[in-house]
């Protein structure tokens, strides 16, 4: 059995909110490629997704977003430290949605993925 090392991070969304999400994107700050995107999360489930960050200099901000069914953009820092060299996985864990839109979530850095969640 060979083991290949993780090189990009990768984001586990956890939806433990009481509805479906759509269109879920992932970017760094002053990202050059299309925006990683989940298109569907439903209620209690967990979907996975990786971004490039090689090749970007300094440290970047990590961010989520999404927009509202009135098409309003909602977007949310989940790490203000990225580096080209970060490689390890983060959960953003929704809890819930309020009546505005907004996702209410945590965050876990160097989360590992062989617990269970």
Do not use: W
């Not at 925006?35 to 990786?50: L, Q, Y």
């Not at 090749?55 to 580096?83: E, P, R, S």
């Amino acid at each position: 059995m060979y083991v290949i090392p993780q090189v990009l991070p990768t984001i586990f969304v956890v939806n433990k909110s009481d509805q479906d999400l759509e269109d879920i994107f992932i970017t760094i700050e002053d990202y050059r490629a299309k925006d990683p995107k989940i298109k569907k999360i439903k209620c209690g489930d967990t979907k996975t997704i990786s971004i490039y960050n090689r090749g970007y200099a300094g440290t970047k901000a990590l961010y989520l977003y999404h927009y509202d069914k009135n098409n309003v953009k909602h977007q949310y820092i989940i790490y203000d430290q990225m580096t080209a060299g970060y490689c390890n996985n983060i959960r953003v864990l929704i809890t819930s949605v309020d009546k505005t839109g907004s996702l209410h979530f945590s965050v876990t850095l160097d989360y590992d993925n062989t617990r269970t969640h």
